[in-house]
């Protein structure tokens, strides 16, 4: 017998902007403290299991393959302050991590974060560093899914708590004495604030450095490289500036802004023991690097040391002692610019995959070692850490993660360009197992996400294995939105040019079809968050395309969520996507918005999920968008939705929970495409 789906009371209520009123008959569901609310939500999430209860033994047998995938124990490669080393690791049968120290062959647990949470409840660890003398230990904590976080210091030698810090954004900046420098948040889950804390005092006597009360504008800190110095980072989406003090300073010493605020320019600077290094889009879309002395900040004093080039993104930088590293992207993938401060000269780090990921960073090391330490991974190589010494150029390979019943030489990865619709090439990364053959018979999934200016990382994920084993082909779409190919990339995806967003997905699963990959009765998509956009875009656009399309924390109620300021995020999302008030915005995006688009058609098999405490994309999205597709699919495909009751945008936590998640849409999917 086939089960009736929830239906939720459809009320009149009529939106009304620019004088256009829209019919919203479930505008009523954002009312969270409706009792009316929660008991639909606990319906559709009933139905959910009884619709996913067929799958159940596919789904506990791709459970049990993602378990035994990792390694039953495992340890973090450690990194040393002080006279000791330290690192985490999980442990056999447990969900979370160990902080540990070791001194010699002697290894203590500092924090066990096993303990701070109740079997099926929520824990994540948004922050953890030690000091640089290696006397505390920090970590921060959200146990909601609301990102508002716990900041826990203790001492490592006696594990006593020294300081406890609630209410906070969760980041944390150590000084190189007994301070630590936090942030906390407004109402809208903005970092705000920049606070001194003197270690084991009381919060209430923390002083208050820095405010930024532009809504629009988010704040980060982390020390210069130098370690002489806090930088305050405060960014929009198009302008940002940055204030310094010294990182040490305990008087009344405010922070100065080191290059004023200037429209549609975005800068960050470093500090190493000879100046500072500015990182800045001014008349350079793809960035380029200055230079100028301590004393010496005025731009006139700013010397180019790496000028703008159309195929190159600057995309940050460290420095030690001798060597300023650059990281950028070409050609759609990352590699790191080596400059000998000293010398002058540069080199490269590079890798021969044909897709991959890579980053560095120098914050394990001294100041003085000039290494860093480089994370690396692609489809089919599994995260691997190298000490990289900058002076030699010797690369020691510290650990490569373990995933059993793997073995990539099985696997084939292609990086190829696709034309679009307007003949502008898009990198698409497929990966298969090989003997694949290209028929059209085989099941595919197809990611994307082309928001924001993100890039999509080629990385390695233990949990695709059990799909490609199976004959599935995954692929990844470097759409416009993104930053694969450099900022004008990220430009021409966004405003009044994000339909370029959905067209380029669209392109790219053509291409799977045309090239015989893949046919669309054996092919699903996949995106979350801005991504669901994306997927609610081509659910309406292209239905025929997909047979399945998961889409999770879905941002699909474009309109009324970007008319609504007491939302959190909403002003600062003005220079993403438009600012509604004015109307050739508000017509552009209700031409795309996919629960303003939603029509008579037959759509999709729709596997939708949310969370109850999600504050970037509420509840309500998903909630409204699975009920108005019910509304009007005129086919007989299933339309899913699931809210987590007890977490936020990023799911469950757990290092099994997690897994079961991804076990339950796994199992669905390929169900579907038989």
């Known amino acids: 017998m086939k089960l009736t789906p929830p239906s939720a009371d459809a009320k009149e209520f009529y939106t009304n902007y620019h004088k256009e009123k829209v019919l919203d008959p479930y505008f009523w569901l954002k009312e969270k403290q409706n009792p009316a609310v929660i008991a639909h939500l606990k319906k559709e999430n009933d139905y959910f299991n009884k619709m996913l209860k067929p799958v159940s033994g596919l789904s506990g047998k791709i459970f049990k393959e993602l378990k035994d995938r990792l390694p039953k124990e495992d340890a973090a490669v450690p990194f040393r302050r002080g006279q000791a080393e330290f690192f985490h690791r999980y442990v056999k ?131 210069s490289s130098s370690k002489k110095y806090l930088l305050i980072r405060s960014a929009e989406k198009v302008s940002s500036y940055v204030a310094y003090l010294p990182l040490d300073e305990k008087g009344q010493t405010r922070p100065k802004v080191f290059s004023k605020l200037k429209n549609d320019v975005l800068y960050s600077i470093d500090h190493a023991h000879n100046g500072f290094y500015i990182r800045t889009n001014e008349k350079a879309l793809n960035f380029k690097m200055y230079f100028c002395p301590d004393n010496k900040i005025d731009k006139k004093h700013w010397k180019v040391i790496i000028p703008h080039s159309k195929d190159i993104n600057l995309l940050g930088m460290e420095n030690t002692s001798k060597f300023l590293c650059v990281y950028e992207r070409s050609q759609g993938l990352p590699k790191g610019r080596i400059i000998n401060r000293e010398t002058g000269k540069v080199y490269f780090i590079k890798f021969p995959e044909a897709a991959y990921n890579m980053s560095f960073s120098s914050d394990y090391y001294e100041y003085g070692d000039n290494k860093i330490r480089i994370h690396y991974a692609s489809p089919i190589t599994p995260k691997t850490t190298i000490e990289y010494d900058l002076l030699t150029r010797k690369q020691v390979v510290l650990k490569v993660d373990e995933v059993k019943k793997f073995h990539s030489k099985n696997y084939q990865v292609e990086y190829v360009m696709v034309p679009g619709h307007d003949k502008v090439k898009i990198p698409l990364c497929i990966i298969y197992k090989k003997g694949l053959k290209k028929n059209g018979k085989a099941p595919a999934m197809i990611y994307g996400y082309g928001s924001y200016g993100s890039t999509i990382g080629y990385n390695f994920v233990p949990s695709l294995v059990s799909l490609l084993d199976r004959g599935m082909v995954y692929a990844y779409a470097g759409i416009r939105g993104g930053s694969e190919l450099g900022r004008k990339w990220y430009e021409d995806g966004k405003y009044l040019k994000k339909k370029n967003t959905f067209k380029d997905f ?130 007989n495909n299933d339309v899913l939705l699931k809210i987590n009751m007890g977490e936020g945008h990023f799911g469950k936590s757990g290092r099994f929970d997690s897994l079961k998640e991804v076990a339950e849409e796994y199992s669905y999917v390929l169900t579907k495409l038989k």
């Open 93 to 223: 049968g447990k969900q979370y991590i160990q902080y540990c120290k070791k001194v010699g062959s002697k290894v203590s647990v500092l924090v066990d974060f096993n303990k701070m949470v109740k079997k099926g409840g929520y824990l994540s660890i948004h922050d953890m560093g030690v000091s640089y003398d290696g006397r505390y230990f920090a970590y921060s904590i959200d146990t909601k899914g609301d990102e508002v976080c716990d900041i826990v210091i203790i001492s490592t030698e006696t594990k006593k708590v020294i300081s406890h810090l609630k209410n906070t954004g969760g980041n944390f900046t150590w000084s190189n004495t007994d301070m630590i420098y936090y942030l906390t948040l407004d109402g809208h889950i903005r970092n705000d604030k920049v606070w001194r804390h003197i270690l084991g005092d009381n919060q209430k006597k923390d002083q208050c450095i820095f405010h930024e009360p532009d809504q629009k504008f988010f704040i980060s800190c982390y020390p």
């Open 506 to 635: 669209i392109s790219c699963t053509e291409y799977l079809v045309k090239k015989k990959y893949t046919s669309p009765e054996r092919l699903s998509a996949k995106g979350g968050s801005a991504g669901g956009l994306l997927m609610g875009a081509i659910s309406n656009m292209r239905p025929d395309l997909y047979k399945v399309i998961c889409a999770h924390v879905p941002f699909v109620d474009l309109i009324n969520t970007m008319f609504d300021d007491s939302l959190p995020l909403t002003k600062t999302e003005y220079k993403e996507w438009g600012n509604p008030h004015d109307k050739k915005y508000y017509r552009y995006m209700k031409s795309y918005s996919p629960y303003d688009n939603v029509k008579e058609q037959a759509y999709p098999h729709m596997y939708i999920t949310g969370g109850l405490n999600d504050q970037r994309v509420t509840y309500w999205e998903p909630t409204k968008w699975a009920l108005k597709l019910r509304d009007f699919n005129s086919g």
